[in-house]
């Protein structure tokens, strides 16, 4: 089976609709969230020195990438994945990959491969990069439309479990950040703890078939997150 434009009718953003059904925060007030450190240093390893958490929240990026890319996609119906923290030379970035998805009601919603990468500034929210991709960009061979999977809520779990566990996670997120751009190893039990809660959530909250590009976009993060756990 493969998606094309003429059956992709149904946007099905599951995780980012549940964020407007519990929290509807006004897009203005992301932007004026106060920014409590704004001047960099970056070493020589390119990785950038945070003495605090100066980040906006992962859930306030997460709301701003929806909306860049449901202004940007117009002509599929698309689900936007998780954040994927990534260290860039400039800053920390935080990549979501937009997915052709086909919902059906009472079905599991089917996937294509990432055709488009969308990037924000961690600390301003700001838009720095937007465009296509294939999977060859990510070291895999999936063609444009082929279904490479289906994601659902798990079996037993409620739509409001399902929000609590995903809205946990952004929290982690936030925890963690700081902590990755400092590439430091030798963490408190807390961190540590934080990133297998993270493991945990992340499993039952991603969708199964987009793994393999989780992983190769946010090769760095991930990596560190597993060693972290360990």
Not at 11 to 32: A, E, R
Not at 119 to 138: I, K, P, Y
Request: with cysteine; hydrophobic share 40%; proline share 7%.
């Amino acid at each position: 089976m493969t998606f094309s434009k003429r059956n992709l009718l149904v946007v099905c953003m599951l995780p980012i609709w549940l964020f407007f059904v519990n929290s509807c925060t006004d897009t203005d007030n992301i932007h004026q969230q106060p920014m409590a450190y704004s001047n960099r240093n970056y070493p020589s390893n390119g990785r950038e020195t945070v003495t605090a958490n100066k980040y906006m929240k992962i859930k306030h990026l997460n709301r701003l990438a929806l909306a860049n890319a449901e202004g940007s996609v117009a002509d599929v119906s698309i689900r936007q994945l998780l954040p994927i923290p990534v260290i860039h030379r400039d800053g920390l970035r935080i990549v979501f990959l937009i997915c052709p998805a086909l919902a059906i009601p009472k079905q599991p919603v089917k996937m294509a491969p990432p055709q488009y990468m969308l990037s924000l500034n961690a600390v301003t929210g700001e838009r720095e990069e937007f465009h296509a991709v294939t999977s060859r960009d990510f070291g895999l061979s999936h063609q444009r439309n082929e279904l490479v999977g289906t994601f659902a809520i798990p079996d037993g779990m409620t739509a409001s479990e399902f929000s609590h566990k995903l809205d946990r996670l952004f929290e982690i997120y936030d925890e963690l950040l700081p902590v990755f751009v400092q590439n430091e190893m030798r963490l408190n039990d807390d961190i540590k703890k934080a990133t297998k809660e993270f493991q945990q959530l992340f499993v039952i909250v991603s969708e199964p078939p987009m793994l393999p590009y989780y992983r190769a976009a946010g090769k760095d993060f991930f990596t560190w997150v597993d060693n972290v756990s360990r």
